[in-house]
């Protein structure tokens, strides 16, 4: 029996460092967006999968979280999965009448008959597509159902406020250097100007670290508020004893009553913070910045509704310091010369307003199920309404992407996933009130709602350090949403 619970305290702490090692791999491995580190991503995770079967088969029963989000990612998967089905030429007529006509045009002149074909353009795409879907999915499942205990919980968030600084740190030193090099070994080819860390994009870094920045926001709220709770009452018990009225100083909160060892831990937090943001202004993504702002003031707005801003006033005023002066040191110049060098007309007539409208018109001719997931690439072409447009990868709108590949069906399932995780979150804000813990649940909902927003103006989620991220947090609030009720299965 304690051989037993030995091996099975060894499959959980293999499962738990696993995660945290490809929390670390995936953004500095040039953000997973090379075959050979995408190769070791989806191997990694499959491994780490195949451990918590073991898991799962030598406890002889299955522990799941029960949650709507886990019907949102199977039905998505499935949906994928639908695409690449073949079916006859009449039913495919019935589904998606343009799929047949183009399919047929471009298959006329080859001998032999195609009776069968797969409502996916491109099959080939969307079986590399469903097979990163299937890896993320895996990932949200190993975190919602592996990192229930608090110090799991902790763990987790600290690494990926560990993996936050030193791409930030790297990506400042790599813009003050001048560095064209990514480790020595990549070139950058794009945003030499601007500072992308070890992404191929300063605008798909930008969408990283922004993430990075609220989890570290929410959690140093979250400490703050934990050890004021914990320390306030046998304070309050001797003022009361006196017969005097509390009115404890912003020194007496945050400092005399913060042990040591959690003043050192805000202060380490605080500097992380401080070199995200900073690594984030010197992007120069302008989706990124005003995502990131409209993020903080959703997070500002809660902390207002929750009456807590008074506590938390200090840790908003030192970070913003900070920020200006070392941003300021390193000047703010470049940043604010390509806001003000936009071109309305450029954006208007050849940049990204121009491949939305192609976008949109690609949407109105597969408005039920779409092209195929991971098509957009190989369909464009025959929409791009300017010829210095003949090749573009995405659609520098997620969402827009999403409707193309995936029709009206795919963005349902998606916005429904949105629509109630965001209910739950308002949800947990008017329960919880006086549960510190929430401060890490809302980080890291405001971290998704940052890429949420960002994705209106680019194509974030299409490098592949960012899906995995967001696959992490979102496994982490499905542990917070449901923490006391898995679901049991015996496996027999």
Known sequence: ????????????????????????????????????????????????????????????????????????????????????????????????????????????????????????????ATKGELVKLLTYAMVYFLVANNFNGRGRKNRLILSIIIVGSIEAFYGIIQYVSGEKMIFKFSKMFHATDRLISTFPSADHFSAYIKMCIFISMGYLIYISEKGNNNKSYEFDRAKRKRGKRRTDSFIIKNFIMSSEKDFEKKIIIIFAIVIMIVSLIFTKSRGGILSFFLSSLFMFMLIIFRGTLKGHLWILILVTTITLILGCWIGFVPVFDRYFNVSI???????????????????????????????????????????????????????????????????????????????????????????????????????ILSIIIHSFVDFNLRTDANPFLVSVVLGLLVSFLNKSVPVMRDKR
């Not at 959980?12 to 070791?40: M, Y």
């Not at 991503?41 to 999968?49: K, Q």
């Not at 092209?371 to 995405?394: D, I, K, M």
């Not at 429904?416 to 965001?422: A, D, E, I, K, R």
């Open 345 to 447: 007309k450029e954006e208007l007539e050849e940049g990204r307003f121009s491949i939305w409208s192609s976008t949109y018109n690609i949407f109105m001719d597969y408005p039920a199920m779409g092209t195929g997931f991971g098509c957009f690439e190989y369909v464009f072409p025959l929409y791009s309404l300017r010829s210095n447009q003949a090749w573009v990868n995405h659609a520098h709108n997620d969402w827009l992407e999403l409707l193309s590949d995936t029709g009206v069906i795919g963005f349902t399932i998606i916005l429904l996933g949105v629509v109630y995780l965001s209910i739950f979150a308002f949800k947990k804000v008017l329960l919880y009130k006086n549960d510190s813990q929430i401060w890490i649940f809302l980080g890291g909902y405001t971290s």
């Open 1 to 124: 029996m304690a051989e037993h619970k030995k091996v099975l305290s060894f499959l959980d702490s293999s499962i738990e460092w696993g995660i945290i090692c490809l929390i670390f791999f995936t953004p500095i491995a040039f953000s997973t967006v090379e075959v050979w580190s995408e190769a070791v991503m989806e191997i990694g995770v499959f491994l780490v999968a195949f451990i918590w079967f073991l898991k799962i088969y030598l406890q002889g029963k299955v522990f799941m979280v029960d949650n709507p989000i886990n019907l949102v990612i199977v039905s998505f998967i499935c949906l994928v999965a639908f695409q690449l089905i073949p079916f006859p030429d009449f039913l495919i007529n019935i589904i998606s009448p343009n799929t047949k006509r183009i399919l047929d045009f471009y298959t006329s002149g080859i001998f032999g008959t195609f009776n069968f074909k797969t409502i996916s353009l491109n099959p080939w």
